[in-house]
């Protein structure tokens, strides 16, 4: 399974509860913080709802 580098790079302020709740589901917690995550169908729908908050890179 691929592996993916995802990091937060806008902010969740002024965003809908949907996406902030989606950002705290994928560890997010800061500004610029960046997590490494298996490539799962689930992981990949979070990252599809708030990619234009996020910079994703692949492994």
């Given amino acids: 399974m691929k592996k993916y580098r995802i990091t937060q790079v806008r902010s ?5 509860q949907r996406q902030k709740r989606t950002l705290t589901a994928l560890g997010f917690k800061k ?7 298996e490539g ?7 990252i599809e709802k ?5 910079k994703v890179e692949e492994l």
Wanted: without cysteine; hydrophobic residues 40%; positive net charge.
């Fill in 40 to 46: 799962t169908p689930q992981i990949l729908g979070m």
């Fill in 50 to 54: 708030v990619k234009h908050l996020l």
């Fill in 12 to 16: 969740a302020i002024n965003r809908p």
């Fill in 31 to 37: 500004l610029h913080q960046s997590k490494e995550v």
